[in-house]
């Protein structure tokens, strides 16, 4: 690296959601970095439940002023086993304010929370923004050399791979991913409907897999709906109005008349499990470092707190006068998120197979569990509070 202009304490790769908020936390944790990203808008109508401690982290990174009005607050969670099984578990309710809050978090469209974040990376100085992407990332003994489709070279102390699925740079940081098909697809869309949401968030539990209704302001609500990938094909194919009539009996007209708005997205389901989060110089946040079905609103809840635990390291780093990208600091970063990551995509993994099993068994333990969250007021209250963030964070 002979430009020194172009060196970095902290290049962030990738401008999703993660990775732009890895960059503003780094940034002002006192890094000297650069975002290497496309300037484009955000592609899918993908809406994201905030829960509580990613709307204070995004509030302490000045974004969250920014978007708030465009959010749904979320006070009453329920879960709704609409299986049609012979077993089948009873409705359990999460009300935020047996935990003694307002609401759990909020809704709110991925496109409106990039377009926020987006803002507040173009203030801070001390982000340099590369409109760009990654072809090559070489790490080497003191840096990590990075060539860019526009030939441009770059040089960082520390590579933030925060670039998805396919990661460029968990590649190059030689970590291999372990990936299992679902065999489900995820169909996401917005609604208008005739009664009011009310701040409640339903999730019916098919044996295809959940179909979510999520506040948005006003008489609107997301919707995920999880299916099997033919089935996800046939509703992706009817008309706007076939799929409203489709969406209001799956909600069992809960919200009224239903109308589908315009755009339509579908997004096939996996796990996926890297080896390991760090190495080489190369540190992974969000959808490199962790793939989870959408169950629980936990995929990029758990992708903030990995930006907001890695800042505080590097923010440790620095003070201490520490290479950032050395691996005693690599390896405090893969401590630090560790459970969180393992324990989460575990539960939900097999939350999401009861759901699927034909197994009596499974099917009966899984009506007990539910049956005993819903009945046993401190199982109930540590399940949303487990919901939330990690207790040992809070
Ligand atoms: C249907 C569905 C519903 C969901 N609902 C929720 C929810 O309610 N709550 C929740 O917490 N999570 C939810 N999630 C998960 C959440 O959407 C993801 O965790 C999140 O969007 C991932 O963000 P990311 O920034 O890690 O990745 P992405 O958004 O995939 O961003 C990666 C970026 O990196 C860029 N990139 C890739 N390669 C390069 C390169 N070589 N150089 C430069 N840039 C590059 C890409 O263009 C992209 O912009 C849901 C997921 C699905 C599928």
Redesign the pocket.
């Known amino acids: 690296m002979n430009d020194a202009s172009m060196t970095f304490d902290t290049v962030v ?8 908020t890895a960059a503003i936390a780094l940034a002002e944790a006192g890094a000297r970095t650069a975002l ?3 300037h484009v808008p955000y592609a899918d109508n ?6 509580g401690a ?1 709307v204070d982290l995004l509030d302490r990174l000045d974004v969250w002023r920014r978007c708030r009005e465009s959010a749904a607050p979320l006070k009453v969670m329920r879960l709704v086993d609409d299986t049609g099984r012979l077993i089948r578990a009873p409705e359990v309710r999460f009300v935020s304010e047996e935990i003694g809050l307002d609401q759990f978090g909020y ?1 709110i469209d ?1 496109r409106t929370l990039v377009a926020a974040l987006e803002a507040r990376a173009a203030e801070l100085p001390g982000l340099t923004r590369v409109d ?4 090559t990332v070489v790490p080497e003994d003191s840096v990590v050399a990075i060539v860019t489709r526009q030939d441009k070279t770059l040089g960082a102390r520390l590579v933030i791979g ?8 968990r590649d190059a940081a030689d970590i291999e991913v372990r990936r299992r098909d679902l065999h489900q697809a ?1 169909l ?1 869309f917005n609604i208008s409907h005739s009664r009011p949401h009310k701040n409640v968030s339903t999730e019916f539990h098919t044996p295809q897999g959940p179909c979510v209704f ?1 506040p948005l302001p006003g008489n609107r609500c997301s919707v ?1 709906w999880v299916a099997a990938p033919n089935e996800a094909e046939r509703l992706m194919a009817l008309s706007d109005e076939q799929l409203s009539e489709a969406v209001e009996k799956q909600s069992h007209s809960i919200l009224g008349r239903t109308n589908v708005e315009p755009g339509r997205h579908k ?1 096939p ?1 996996a796990i996926e499990r890297p080896t390991a989060i760090a190495r080489n110089r190369i540190a992974l ?4 470092a962790h ?2 079905p ?1 169950i629980g ?7 903030l707190r990995d930006a907001a635990d890695l800042a505080e390291i590097v923010r440790e780093a620095l003070g201490l006068g520490e290479d950032p990208g050395a691996a005693p600091v690599l390896q405090r970063y893969a401590a630090a998120r560790r459970s969180d990551i393992a324990s989460r995509t575990f539960a939900i993994d097999v939350a999401n197979r009861s759901l699927l099993s034909d197994l009596l068994p499974v099917q009966t333990a899984r009506a007990a569990g539910l049956h005993l969250i819903g009945a046993v007021g401190p199982l109930r209250r540590l399940a949303m509070r487990e919901g939330l963030a990690p207790s040992w964070r809070i």
């Open positions: 790769v990738g401008g999703g959601p993660a990775g732009l290497l990203a496309r993908r809406t994201t439940a905030l829960l990613s809704n991925n760009d992407e990654a072809t925060s670039d998805g699925r396919q990661s460029l740079c995820a996401t999520v995920v997004f389901l946040v969000g959808e490199s793939v989870v959408p609103a936990q995929g990029l809840n758990m992708g």
